[in-house]
Each structure stands twice: as C-alpha cells, then as structure tokens.
C-alpha cells in the first residue's frame, strides 16, 4: 500500500496542495489557483465534495478504480481511502472543492441526516453526474462559503456555512436520483445480466464450493461496488438486491423440489449448510416451508 496522507480535518489536504484555511472544520479549495498539484493516496476523516470539467482517468479508490467523466461530482466520507500515487509529477487540474469535519455538523440537522445521501456511502467507484446549471450553482454555494469563512467569526457564521453545505448536498441528491433514472434502461440490461449469472453459478455448481451467493459476488461480476448496485436494483424492482438475489434461488428451488421432492438434497443442492436454513429461507420468501409447499403442489 502506498503512503497515506491523512486527512483528518481540511487543512490537511489543503495546505498539502498549497492552499489554505481560515476555519478549523471547513475550507474550500479553488483548484485553478493552486494547480498544477502534486498527488496523493487520501486517508479521509473528513467529508469531500470535488468537482472538475478535466480530470485524469487513474484515479484510485479503495483498491480498485474510480469510474468518473469529467464535469462529474465525486464524493469522500470519513473512513474512505483514494486519490492518485504520488509519482513525484504535478498534474493540472481545475475546479472546486470542498472538505467540512463531521463537527461541524454537531448539533445541526445535517448530523444525521447526512447517512441519508447514499452517494456519500460508496466504497469504490462511482461518481455524480452534473448538469452545467447544478456545476454552476454549486460552484456559486463553494464560493459563498470561501467568502463566509474570510470574514472574522460570529455566532451565525458556523450555521449559515452549514445551510450552504445543506443545500449543495440536496443539489447533488437531486442529481444522483436523476443518475438512477437515466439508467432505467442499463437497470433492465443489468437484471437480464444478473438473472444470466444467478443461473450460470447454480448450472456450473459454484454453490457446492462458496455456498449461496450474495451481493457482494454479483455486484463484483458486474464491475459495481455493492451499494451502488443494490440502489440500482431497488431503484428499478423497488426490493433490495439481497431479497431479489433469495427470490430467484427460491424459484429455482421449486423446481428442484418438484422435481426430486427431497428436501435435504435441494437444500444442499442449493448451497446450504443446513436444511434448516433452507428452509427458514423458503418461509420467510414464500410465507410456508419445503414440506408445506410440497404438500400444496401434491394436492
């Protein structure tokens, strides 16, 4: 692993790309002014929103890489890792950002209504894409704050950098519900594809070796990390993509039921540990047990 610069409040980042801060928890980085800059692998205890018209395309986040195009949002959390390996070149880059510390939330609406904004939640590779008007709108708010935190400190200044931050994050909600809409049609192509993998696991019997598969294997084999692909699929079933995995090998357990009419076989067959796991599974999706729906089916 390549070293790590820790950011654990703005001023970390900031001054490391030559720029600086006026507030403890808050600073905005206007990227034409600093740039070019030399890169870094991030340690984030701290919330980022960076937004580019140019961009490089080696990003890295976690270990493996950051899908973006250029104009697009991306977003860090406390506790996420990425950025660019520092090769000792400086790259040219445009652009706003800004970095806020959790404590500044303290005590303000966004404390915890900021786990609601899912884009924060991913832990690989997808950025938000922005319309010119929201580039320009939510560069006008990074402006506002850097003009905000230029003036000497009073008692209201925390909570109207707050109120700004509030709005640029409904801004980017509003763009990244929009995302999931532009991609009805991939979401289609994807349940075509997720359906294909689900069948082509049981048909090559992985599940005899790894057990029954879960988001996590499926939203590999589709190059997504796992909460960007379950928003997908609840986007587009309106389930989560756990229950619409279970749903299908449940229906492929009825047939294997019908078939062999034995139900330890199935649940082994199906990749479960134990029969009764399979069967606490069948209940809890069909609302009766193996035995009673082949009680039913017999009738």
């Given at each position: 692993?390549?070293?790590?610069?820790?950011?654990?409040?703005?001023?970390?980042?900031?001054?490391?790309?030559?720029?600086?801060?006026?507030?403890?928890?808050?600073?905005?980085?206007?990227?034409?002014?600093?740039?070019?800059?030399?890169?870094?692998?991030?340690?984030?205890?701290?919330?980022?929103?960076?937004?580019?018209?140019?961009?490089?395309?080696?990003?890295?986040?976690?270990?493996?890489?950051?899908?973006?195009?250029?104009?697009?949002?991306?977003?860090?959390?406390?506790?996420?890792?990425?950025?660019?390996?520092?090769?000792?070149?400086?790259?040219?880059?445009?652009?706003?950002?800004?970095?806020?510390?959790?404590?500044?939330?303290?005590?303000?609406?966004?404390?915890?209504?900021?786990?609601?904004?899912?884009?924060?939640?991913?832990?690989?590779?997808?950025?938000?894409?922005?319309?010119?008007?929201?580039?320009?709108?939510?560069?006008?708010?990074?402006?506002?704050?850097?003009?905000?935190?230029?003036?000497?400190?009073?008692?209201?200044?925390?909570?109207?950098?707050?109120?700004?931050?509030?709005?640029?994050?409904?801004?980017?909600?509003?763009?990244?519900?929009?995302?999931?809409?532009?991609?009805?049609?991939?979401?289609?192509?994807?349940?075509?594809?997720?359906?294909?993998?689900?069948?082509?696991?049981?048909?090559?019997?992985?599940?005899?070796?790894?057990?029954?598969?879960?988001?996590?294997?499926?939203?590999?084999?589709?190059?997504?990390?796992?909460?960007?692909?379950?928003?997908?699929?609840?986007?587009?079933?309106?389930?989560?993509?756990?229950?619409?995995?279970?749903?299908?090998?449940?229906?492929?357990?009825?047939?294997?039921?019908?078939?062999?009419?034995?139900?330890?076989?199935?649940?082994?067959?199906?990749?479960?540990?134990?029969?009764?796991?399979?069967?606490?599974?069948?209940?809890?999706?069909?609302?009766?047990?193996?035995?009673?729906?082949?009680?039913?089916?017999n009738r």
């Amino acid at each position: 692993m390549p070293n790590l610069l820790r950011v654990y409040k703005p001023e970390d980042l900031i001054s490391y790309l030559g720029g600086d801060t006026r507030h403890p928890l808050v600073g905005v980085i206007e990227f034409d002014k600093v740039s070019p800059i030399p890169s870094s692998i991030n340690d984030y205890g701290v919330y980022g929103l960076f937004m580019h018209s140019k961009v490089r395309d080696d990003l890295k986040y976690g270990l493996g890489a950051f899908g973006h195009t250029s104009g697009s949002l991306i977003c860090v959390a406390p506790g996420q890792i990425g950025g660019r390996e520092d090769v000792g070149d400086l790259i040219d880059i445009d652009g706003w950002g800004i970095l806020f510390h959790p404590d500044l939330l303290a005590g303000t609406h966004l404390e915890k209504s900021i786990r609601e904004f899912s884009f924060f939640d991913y832990s690989a590779n997808e950025a938000v894409f922005l319309e010119e008007r929201e580039k320009d709108t939510l560069a006008s708010l990074m402006k506002s704050i850097r003009d905000e935190v230029a003036q000497p400190a009073d008692t209201d200044q925390n909570a109207i950098i707050v109120g700004y931050i509030s709005v640029m994050l409904h801004i980017c909600n509003r763009a990244y519900t929009r995302q999931f809409h532009h991609l009805r049609q991939t979401s289609d192509d994807i349940l075509v594809r997720l359906s294909a993998l689900l069948n082509e696991y049981y048909d090559e019997g992985l599940q005899l070796q790894h057990g029954v598969p879960g988001v996590q294997y499926f939203a590999s084999k589709l190059c997504m990390t796992p909460n960007y692909f379950s928003d997908l699929i609840k986007k587009t079933t309106g389930e989560n993509a756990g229950n619409f995995i279970r749903n299908h090998i449940i229906r492929m357990a009825k047939n294997r039921l019908v078939s062999s009419g034995n139900i330890s076989r199935v649940a082994y067959d199906m990749g479960f540990e134990y029969p009764q796991h399979f069967s606490r599974m069948f209940k809890r999706h069909t609302g009766m047990s193996p035995s009673q729906y082949l009680a039913d089916i017999n009738r």
